[in-house]
């Protein structure tokens, strides 16, 4: 997973640490007992830097990795908790008690062992009824998890669990990550800086004193629910998201829709000009959005978006057989790929609606794939790459839906398709290519939809 915040003021904060724990003023504490998998092993320590509005101080925020082991400052009043020239250090202790875990687990663990003895000696058709057990221990482990959102609301594990199609590793909360943004979103702390480094004997896949984001597998599952963004990039000048269905990009009118890709980046990042979306994704539509921190970049992007040099990809799924779709743009037979363009207008009368109007409507311009078949919810429906050559609003939707296109809408379309309720928009932006404002590099980055 990217790192969400800049890294170097954090990393400054993680070498004294180190510096710390080698000559014996700070000690981590075994309070759980040392499985012999883990002994010797190395941690992820973690940091957080932040500024405290209410006290106009420095906060230095540290964690470790996982529930078994706890920083402790040596030779201090308060083990937890220092002040040095005005900079307040804070250890953080584990978000749920290894006490905690053991009771969650009690329920089944015996039945599980006596389950294992037997499988062990031959008798694998008791398998599914352990695989049941061990997963509903799991999620007894899960309920126990409550995060700090950026919004300063709660958010639990079952809540982030509940918008996935799978259960998230053992361990998934016990990060440092996790802890370091529940207690600054807790005390609505502004964030400067987070990093976290592996100590230890070097291994295959860490470096001692070395950074590392956080992981994939478990940070990369619940931090983007906790930030309120899931940052794919950033850099001083760019900030790449994956945004999800159902927020939009930039706030609309009304206190009821503030709550944006643009209001929540800039609440992470409070030095981020007002409109710093570089282009615009539909609220229902998921995917790569790109958003600048300073004017001067958001310039240079917003000329490349005009000028057609940022090249965008789409995939969407069609509500149906496109071979078999009646629209006048639809495909013979046997026709993989072509072109569409239509041009459209706002339907002043039906807002926001874009109604077909070859006089007065901008031009839309679109390049398709087809991709093949695919089985949805029992439905066989059409898996379609696009490529928009134009940015017109709702170019992609209109192509699919509009008897001038293929006259098959994309599943999910509440404007232009039949959607079943509750049912969101399946088209995502998973490409995106473009120049860097400042270095001029040629940046690439694929985001694939999670609907497929």
Known sequence: ????????????????????????????????????????????????????????????????????????????????????????????????????????????????????????????????????????????????????????????????????????????????????????????????????????????????????????????????????????????????????????????RGPEKIDSAESRLKFLFPETINQPAVHRLDMETSGLLLLAFDKKSHAFMNKEFEKGRVSKKYIAILDGILEKAEGLAAPKRGEKSGRIELAFRLDPDNRPHQIYDPEKGKLGITEWKNLGLINYKGKKCTVVEFIPLTGRTHQLRLAASHQKGFGLPIVGDSLYGNPEEGQRLLLHCCHLEFRHPVSGQLMKFDCPPDFI
């Open 1 to 252: 997973m990217f790192p969400p915040f800049p890294q170097f003021t954090a990393h400054h904060y993680i070498q004294k640490l180190i510096d710390d724990l080698d000559c014996g003023k700070v000690k981590i504490q075994q309070i759980t007992e040392e499985s012999k998998e883990r002994l010797g092993s190395g941690l992820m320590l973690g940091c957080l830097v932040a500024y405290d509005k209410k006290t106009n101080q420095r906060i230095i925020l540290y964690a470790l990795s996982g529930i078994s082991r706890q920083l402790i400052f040596q030779n201090s009043e308060n083990p937890s908790q220092i002040t040095i020239q005005k900079e307040k250090y804070i250890i953080l202790p584990p978000l749920v008690s290894d006490q905690a875990i053991n009771k969650a687990l009690l329920k089944n663990d015996k039945k599980i062992h006596e389950l294992t003895d037997l499988i062990n000696k031959g008798d694998k058709s008791l398998e599914k009824e352990r695989s049941l057990l061990t997963t509903e221990s799991l999620k007894n482990v899960f309920s126990l998890y409550n995060f700090t959102r950026f919004d300063g609301k709660k958010i639990s594990l079952n809540q982030i669990i509940g918008k996935k199609d799978k259960l998230p590793p053992t361990g998934t909360g016990d990060c440092c990550a996790p802890k370091l943004l529940d207690y600054a979103f807790k005390h609505n702390l502004e964030i400067l800086s987070m990093d976290e480094v592996f100590y230890g004997k070097d291994s295959k896949n860490k470096k001692n004193g070395s950074s590392y984001g956080p992981c994939d597998e478990r940070c990369g599952y619940i931090l983007p629910s906790i930030l309120g963004l899931e940052i794919l990039y950033r850099d001083s000048c760019l900030c790449l998201i994956n945004k999800e269905s159902g927020l939009l990009s930039v706030p609309g």
